[in-house]
């Protein structure tokens, strides 16, 4: 049975856009099974680490055609220049993914130019640049806890989970790197930011042996090594703020085939008419560790923990139903009852769960789809198209645009401006801030409102050349239209510059194609989150082991 996907006009509202949840077809899951079933294999090159935990090293990903090696430099930083900001001058640590194997001449050229960043120099031989700081109490205690011969204490260990964080991770020609059209046709590397969460990976696994390293050269004697499962919950740290929200506007066909790919997967899941009861196992079994996760899910954003609540007590009472059901199974099109019974009764947030656990069960039926979820394509204008067509488009396809009542202040309260100072992007008011003659084109329903009030008074036979010669600064809006027409989930569907928009929406539903959990909002305008935790270990990638890392949990208690 085929179902019909949701409609644009569903999926793509900022409440339930910030509901979202990663699923299987999120970048880094489908990233760690590719690689695990081309048999990619981890290795420590070379650890020129001196005892205190500074100098270099050189970890290895080897496919069967590709080798990408990230080069790390840690370096001591005074805490005086310790700092967060995408503007900061020193790090922890610094990163490159090279393509291939460096030689020692690569090494000492960028052992002058990665512990600059920005202000560095690259070739096309470097991918990715990045560099992190230590979570500083928590680094320390690893290591005092390994160097006495115990594990990290597990109440840190849950409200941590990170021994070091990005501050940045730039590629795609960013500062010099290669252009992602290098790497862009390679096998595993085609997805959305594959080649920049492989390097998060290997950072992960830089960390876990760099904590190990200097712990046994404080106290061989007594070190222990990080357990297994103590080391597979700690990922990498890292704070989003709002230059990751502008990408979700700027990337319109991008953002269709995402939102288009996790769609699909979803009508595929409810058209199933029967379901095996190895897939009901499994959805129990998700169910169980979710309620688990959440549960452990513990933020000081009183808005997002409002939203916990609500979506404990909804995970119980899709328990309920199950129980209350035994054969619920059993029954003809069985996940599109469940689909339909969450979509009635639940919240957005518990919604948008049970999503991810309906595809996490049909990883056969879904995952093909990932190689769906970039593009090559790009914005184009159809010239040949009459007024009247342009008029149907926005009927059709911007009829929320039209009802946004721009009269009101508090409509266009807001505006997208970059700082100059900071070189960040910034969300002003309107009223009290300076820069709106800067704005960045985000007042979509401003747009839309000035060219339906010019095709309105326009000849219905004139085409969009002719039109766009006598509006030439229609010719963006136009074009957008143009082209969400051919990709219906390309456009946010709600007013981007209202007083009320809350850009950790954008910013969350992002973060959820990338895989991320657990989101921690700091503001209305950036989070805190942590990559690949729960994610196999490198040994464990080889021997396909632990793929299945949705929902983290804290481990059982290690002596």
Partial sequence: MNFPLRPPEQVMRLDRMGSFFATRLSFMPSLLRHMAGQDWRIERIRWDIDDDGFGRAVICAKSPEWIYSLVAFSNYLDPKLRSDRVIAEAWDATFVLFDGEPSDDDLDRLAQNAPLQEAGRYLPSELVLSRANKSVRFFSHVVDRLASGKQPDLDLLGSVGYLMRTTAVYGNGKFGVADRAKIAKRPGMSGPFRVELLTVYLIRAFTHDLVEHIARCRAPETFVPLHPDYKRHLGIGNATGLGMAPFLVSHPILIHNWMHARETALAR???????????????????????????????????????????????????????????????????????????????????????????????????????????????????????????????????????????????????????????????????????????????????????????????????????????????????????????????????????????????????????????????????????????????????????????????????
């Fill in 269 to 559: 899941v409810r058209g199933q008419i029967k379901a095996d009861p190895e897939r009901l196992e499994h959805f129990r079994y998700l169910l169980v560790r979710a309620r688990q996760h959440v549960a452990e899910w513990n933020v000081p954003d009183v808005r997002q923990t409002e939203r916990i609540t609500k979506l404990k007590t909804d995970l119980d009472t899709l328990r309920s139903w199950l129980e209350d059901d035994p054969h619920w199974g059993t029954q003809s099109s069985p996940w599109n009852w469940l689909y339909k019974k969450a979509e009635a009764e639940l919240s957005l947030e518990a919604q948008e769960m049970v999503i991810s656990f309906l595809v996490e069960v049909h990883g056969d039926l879904v995952d093909e789809l990932t190689e769906t979820m970039s593009t090559e394509d790009y914005e184009r204008h159809d010239p040949t198209m009459t007024v009247c067509g342009l008029k149907e488009l926005v009927q059709q396809h911007y009829a929320w645009a039209l009802e946004v009542d721009l009269t009101q202040p508090e409509s266009q309260q807001r505006f997208w401006y970059v700082s100059e100072e900071k070189l960040e992007p910034r969300f002003g008011d309107r009223y009290l801030e300076d820069g709106a003659d800067k704005e960045m084109p985000h007042a979509i329903a401003r747009e839309i409102q000035h060219l339906w009030q010019v095709l309105d008074g326009s000849d219905s036979e004139e085409n969009t050349a002719a039109l766009l010669l006598r509006y030439p600064e229609l010719r963006r809006t136009v074009r957008r239209m143009q082209t969400v027409s051919k990709h219906p989930y390309a456009e946010i569907k709600d007013n981007l510059v209202a007083a009320n928009c809350l850009p950790i929406d954008l910013l969350r539903c992002k973060l959820s194609f990338f895989g991320a959990a657990k989101f921690d909002p700091k503001s209305d305008l950036w989070t805190r989150i942590t990559l690949y935790q729960g994610a196999p270990l490198p040994e464990e990638l080889c021997r396909k082991q632990n793929l299945d890392w949705s929902f983290p949990v804290l481990p059982q208690e290690v002596a």
